[in-house]
């Protein structure tokens, strides 16, 4: 298997991961109760709790482009050292962006952020 593909299943893992994290914010702020529902009507989660839950759903949103650019390099027999670099920033930037967002670090998680949009942006490359 390409270590881009190996990458992409890790960082599957840490979507899973975040979306644990962000469950247990919730649990904290709305209790287990409120979950089991269809959750309409529940407050805005606050502290780390919201912030777990909001790098999920960035996290989230750019698996799905991190996804596509390493399936269609694998896919076309494009990759490189160039691709294994962007995935391998993607991946670390993305697990420190976690951690760091978690903890409520303003300006480290747009670093952080920036240096996983450029992984995406070399596996991009390649493509083109």
Known sequence: MKPEITLLA??????????LVAVQGAMGQVGLMALFGNREGLPELKGWGG???????????N????AVLALAAAAAGKTNDMTLLGAQLFFWARLAYAVIYV???????TLAWTVSV??????????V
């Open 10 to 19: 890790w960082s599957v893992l840490l979507a899973f991961a975040q979306m």
């Open 51 to 61: 912030r777990a839950a909001r790098a999920h759903r960035n996290m989230i949103e």
């Open 63 to 66: 698996l799905v482009l991190f």
């Open 103 to 109: 903890a409520g670090v303003p300006y480290l998680r």
């Open 118 to 127: 450029v992984g995406l942006a070399l596996i991009f490359l390649q493509l």
